[in-house]
């Protein structure tokens, strides 16, 4: 029963999800031009602003498949 | 400035009642013993995800932000928006470490990150260190989100002469004191619901009409000098702007939610789950504050720095005047008085937040530990109401009687300092390896050097950093707390093997850090559980 517990918050290969975000907006040589811009927007800006959003559902991902796993380790608590 | 914009004015003014109320009635929210620091000082634990959404959101995205990214964006250009890429980092951070925070404060009924790293190091040398770093990093924080009250109230057109001008200032405060004193952590949460929706609607009524009026994308970067579109290439031998950008955004996400409001808003949540989703929901805000930072470029765009009108203003205020200037000039009166009531409202959440986190610490990691040892559930919950009127009332004499820029620049060194308690509350979530002697020497050490970075670069964030030649100017905060680590990871075995240390017990567990196995479910389909709710163990 106690195993439950450790396996909780150990290491998720979904964690890698999180370093994808950033290494993307932390390294400015990837995104500090003008073209290609987006309805007069620069790159430089709606690359950013989309990498919000794409934070955002890899946050998600992550959020569920962790989230699984608690559920796959004590069925029948819902119940 | 000498005409005062009457419709806005009461509109402004109708909407500051209305949250007063809200403020007060807040007190019969939810339900809980006022008496009692954890339900005065963190709403008894008991905001489920939504709630959290908006107070944290309330709590993070402060009203200085709104008014000095965009005044940011609209003097130096690009480099403003590293406020983006920072508020897309801080998620994977609250995602891992604050879930198990929130676990062991709720295990052991711990109020402040000083009371974790209290009972799990042992030592109340530490502890204070971790406390007196919280309170003075945000004192200036209270004062710098009067300071974007100010400029609203200013916009308005109300100037009086000397100490008359800053009346609307007096008063926004007493009430912000009063609500705070009679419901506690409850007014900031449910006003932030009313500023969040206010602000939402503020921002994207602004980057939809105001782009539309200008003639779209193109023509307002088209305005915007070549020079502040992008950030400048980094010359030979140095990683330049690009250094500066990325360690800014960096050690502003590291440092973000060690502030002890920060802390204070995710202890809140009535489950590590709330917070965890709240993870994925909050980069809401962050897309608002992207796309307000592009206010500044609306701001350049329009010229609203040229118009006569405005230009009483931009003297008082310098660039913290673009917003509001940019708002007046291109909305109907009625929805300035909405924008600016948005704004003022959103400095108010903050500030409460901020003098409730500060009135928390003091309580439980000064007094408690060095004066009162053994004090009543009520006499605790008092001292704390007391402590946080003094505090605002520091902030607000400050912001009266000194110079905006020492604000600022007190500001900056704040960052800085409270940056420095991030191994003992940040790794001390995750190991107790660390000598609790050697976090102490640590924290020295980075406030030590940070400080004098700071000065020796003129109170600018970034520190000219020079290894063989190579230069890479970066956050000051950020290098130094890495300076930080490295001092406690040399001295830990050092001091364990001269037996220096407390010696004292971790009283956390490992099984502590995790949801308890049956809370799991529970929590998830009934998040707002009563408090104080404790798992079957």
């Given amino acids: 029963m106690n195993g439950n517990r450790a396996r909780r918050t150990g290491w998720s290969w979904w964690y890698l999800l999180f370093m994808i975000q950033f290494v993307a907006v932390l390294w400015p040589p990837f995104y500090n031009r003008v073209e290609p811009s987006l309805g007069g927007m620069p790159f430089f800006y709606w690359y950013q602003l989309l990498w919000v959003i794409i934070g955002a559902i890899f946050t998600a991902i992550v959020y569920f498949a962790t989230d699984k796993r608690t559920e796959a380790v004590g069925p029948g608590l819902n119940s | 400035m000498h005409d005062v914009n009457w419709t806005a004015l009461i509109i402004f003014v109708a909407l500051f009642a209305f949250i007063t109320w809200l403020g007060f009635a807040a007190a019969h929210w939810r339900k809980g013993d006022l008496d009692q620091l954890h339900e005065w000082g963190l709403g008894g634990r008991r905001f489920g995800t939504v709630i959290t959404w908006f107070l944290v959101g309330g709590d993070l995205y402060t009203a200085y932000t709104f008014i000095a990214v965009p005044a940011l964006a609209f003097g130096a250009g690009a480099i403003a928006f590293f406020a983006v890429p920072y508020t897309i980092v801080i998620y994977p951070i609250l995602f891992l470490v604050f879930p198990r925070l929130w676990y062991v404060c709720h295990k052991h009924q711990y109020i402040t990150p000083a009371d974790f790293v209290r009972g799990r190091f042992g030592n109340r040398w530490l502890a204070l260190a971790v406390t007196v770093t919280g309170i003075v990093a945000t ?66 009524a602004a980057v939809i009409v105001i782009p539309i009026e200008l003639g779209g994308f193109a023509k307002i970067f088209a305005a915007v000098p070549e020079q502040k579109v992008l950030l400048a290439s980094p010359g030979p031998n140095t990683t330049g702007a690009y250094g500066s ?31 965890r989703r709240n993870a994925a929901m909050l980069p809401g805000y962050s897309l608002m504050l992207g796309l307000l930072a592009l206010l500044g470029f609306f701001a350049i765009a329009a010229s609203v720095a040229g118009l006569p009108e ?22 109907p009166s009625w929805f300035v008085g909405i924008a600016f009531a948005a704004i003022g409202i959103g400095a108010l959440v903050p500030a409460a937040i901020m003098s409730i986190a500060s009135a928390n610490l003091y309580t439980r990691n ?128 050092a001091l364990n093997a001269l037996s220096v240390g407390s010696g004292a017990a971790d009283e956390t567990a490992p099984a502590d850090y995790e949801p308890p196995i049956r809370a799991v479910a529970h929590q998830v389909t009934q998040p707002a559980a009563p408090y104080p709710q404790r798992a079957a163990e």
Avoid: C
Avoid at chain 2, 414 to 436: E, H, K, S
Avoid at chain 2, 455 to 473: D, E, K, L, W
């Fill in chain 2, 139 to 204: 004192m200036p924080y209270i004062a710098l989100q009067l300071v974007g009250l100010q400029v609203v109230i200013g916009g308005l057109g109300i100037a009086g002469n000397g100490y008359l001008g800053d009346l609307p200032l007096v008063i926004a405060f007493v009430i912000l004191a009063a609500f705070t004193y009679s419901s506690g952590l409850r007014a900031p949460a449910s006003i932030a619901i009313v500023k969040d929706i206010l602000i939402y609607i503020t921002a994207f």
């Fill in chain 2, 245 to 275: 950008y990325a360690t800014l955004a960096l050690g502003s996400a590291l440092a973000l939610f060690l502030y002890p409001h920060s802390m204070t808003g995710i202890l809140s949540a009535s489950s590590g789950h709330a917070i």
């Fill in chain 2, 310 to 331: 405005y230009a009483a203003g931009f003297k008082q205020f310098g660039n913290n005047f673009a917003v509001p200037a940019l708002l007046l000039h291109f909305f």
């Fill in chain 2, 366 to 493: 000064i007094h408690r530990e060095f004066i009162n040892r053994n004090p009543t559930d009520r006499q605790e919950a008092q001292m704390a109401k007391w402590v946080s009127l003094i505090v605002k009332f520091g902030a607000l004499v400050f912001t009266i009687f000194l110079p905006t820029q020492y604000a600022i620049w007190l500001q900056l060194l704040g960052g800085i300092w409270i940056i420095q308690t991030l191994p003992a509350v940040m790794l001390g979530a995750y190991t107790r390896w660390f000598n609790d002697w050697a976090l102490v020497a640590g924290w020295a050490a980075g406030i030590v050097v940070g400080t004098v970075m700071a000065v020796a670069a003129n109170f600018a964030p970034t520190y000219p950093v020079t290894i063989a030649g190579f230069g890479f100017p970066g956050y000051t905060a950020l290098y130094t707390v890495i300076l930080n680590v490295l001092v406690a990871v040399v001295l830990t075995p």
